[in-house]
């Protein structure tokens, strides 16, 4: 059930992007030079999913640099390096800076918490990074953000989600995609909510090891209290948006694509039914919620709680997987039969292999960061519809609220001001 557990290998990927070409300068210097990783964020995703893997592809890349604003981490995940390759050249760093600052260094992990993913992936394509950075965006305009400065960059830059290279999910789109259920009707996708924390609750001084002034980063300045810092920052809106962007990130990205609204989003959300919030004066996100979305070609999506389950209903049928990277499960056999398809989404053994590609081949990334920005404002969008306790009318051509000062004042928050965009990127209007 826990996909930051699911570490091995996959066949395919599922995909919406071309395989779009790059400038020459994005390039690698030499296709056969190997592609300088460092790691910006080593807790668990950050080790056991994400450097594990670069880990296991020592043709295309080396980690040269890990990091972490726990001192602990990034030693351990310098002795993994080092273990693995015997030697100990790792460096390690505690401030992220020191990364991007290193001309040896081709491209990114980041694996940080939400509010830091779009502030550093944009100083990294600033230093000429390329950059694999986990989903999702803080908010909606930093979304927008991100996209314009990876396009004017060009560098290369791929949403860190399996997702999108897992067989079900690729057989499930080329399905959908090839028109085996006639035209999509509507989606159903179920998010996992996970229990509190019930130890790690009182505010106390940080670990000496820890910098939790740079782990506030961007956001505003609150206590640390140890289970709100590390994996349950998401159950907090100041650092993520709960589970509707962490686990939706995931399904909702499959049902933006099959519905082909990738690069677009829907026009109206509407919650219904009883709304729940944590409210112990620790973690504010949403745990039970009804979001019923509406996009301009007349598909419907509703989103509530689940175990991971998505399925799409069509006018000829319908196909289901029940819980997350599950088998799939159809109206009839018929369905399953791709012989003759028309569409063929791309493929890769996982989000790693594609992006260490793209950046020797010169070209975009699977997911990209368009692609990303418009997943998560789809699920940005229902958030705030469930803080509004009202139906929202979403234009996302203009990428704003239809009549609404309110919700679109809710595109954006707040930032500390050393770590504004203002500051970091002053040539991009935020």
């Keep these: 059930m826990d996909r930051r557990k699911f570490l091995g290998n996959t066949g395919m990927i599922l995909a919406g992007s071309s395989l779009i070409t790059l400038p020459i300068g994005c390039k690698s210097k030499n296709p056969n030079d190997l592609i300088t990783i460092g790691m910006i964020g080593v807790g668990s995703q950050g080790t056991e999913r994400n450097l594990r893997h670069?880990?296991?592809?020592?043709?295309?890349?080396?980690?040269?640099?890990?990091?972490?604003?726990?001192?602990?981490r990034a030693t351990s995940a310098k002795n993994l390096t080092d273990k693995t390759y015997k030697s100990t050249d790792c460096k390690?760093?505690?401030?992220?800076?020191?990364?991007?600052d290193d001309p040896t260094i081709d491209a990114v992990q980041i694996s940080t918490p939400d509010h830091w993913h779009v502030p550093i992936t944009i100083m990294a394509a600033l230093k000429g990074k390329h950059v694999c950075c986990e989903k999702p965006t803080l908010t909606i305009a930093e979304g927008r953000l991100l996209s314009e400065v990876i396009k004017k960059t060009g560098i290369v830059y791929q949403v860190s989600?399996?997702?999108?290279?897992?067989?079900?999910?690729h057989q499930l789109a080329e399905i959908v995609l090839n028109g085996r259920l006639g035209a999509v009707k509507h989606i159903e996708v179920g998010l996992p909510v996970s229990d509190l924390p019930k130890k790690g609750l009182e505010i106390t001084a940080p670990p000496a090891d820890l910098d939790y002034d740079m782990w506030l980063g961007p956001t505003k300045e609150i206590p640390f209290i140890y289970s709100r810092t590390f994996y349950h920052f998401r159950w907090n809106d100041a650092f993520s948006g709960g589970v509707i962007t962490d686990w939706g990130a995931h399904l909702c990205d499959t049902a933006q694509l099959i519905s082909g609204n990738?690069?677009?989003?829907?026009?109206e959300v509407t919650p219904s039914g009883e709304t729940l919030f944590y409210n112990d004066g620790i973690f504010n996100t949403a745990y039970q919620f009804d979001l019923n979305y509406k996009y301009a070609n007349d598909i419907t999506v509703h989103v509530g709680v689940g175990n991971g389950n998505i399925k799409v209903i069509g006018e000829e049928g319908w196909i289901e997987s029940k819980g997350w990277n599950q088998k799939l499960i159809g109206s009839d056999e018929t369905i399953f039969d791709l012989k003759d398809k028309k569409v063929s989404?791309?493929?890769?053994?996982?989000?790693?292999?594609?992006?260490?590609?793209?950046?020797?081949?010169?070209?975009?990334?699977?997911?990209?960061?368009?692609?990303?920005?418009?997943?998560?404002?789809?699920?940005?969008?229902?958030?705030?519809?469930?803080?509004?306790?009202?139906?929202?009318?979403?234009?996302?051509?203009?990428?704003?609220?239809?009549n609404d000062i309110e919700a679109d004042k809710m595109k954006k928050r707040e930032m500390r001001e050393k770590w504004s965009y203002s500051k970091i990127c002053p040539q991009y209007p935020y």
């Excluded at 670069?54 to 890349?61: S, V």
């Excluded at 390690?92 to 991007?100: G, H, K, M, N």
């Excluded at 990738?262 to 026009?267: I, K, L, N």
């Design 54 to 72: 670069y880990l296991k592809y020592p043709e295309l890349c080396r980690v040269v640099a890990v990091c972490d604003v726990s001192m602990t």
């Design 161 to 169: 989600v399996e997702d999108r290279f897992l067989p079900v999910y």
């Design 262 to 267: 990738e690069y677009s989003g829907p026009t």
């Design 92 to 100: 390690v760093y505690q401030d992220f800076r020191a990364i991007l």
């Design 345 to 402: 989404l791309p493929t890769a053994d996982n989000e790693f292999i594609d992006f260490l590609r793209s950046i020797k081949e010169g070209r975009k990334a699977v997911y990209t960061a368009e692609s990303g920005h418009r997943t998560s404002s789809m699920l940005h969008c229902g958030n705030i519809a469930l803080k509004l306790n009202r139906k929202l009318e979403w234009d996302p051509l203009k990428e704003s609220f239809v």
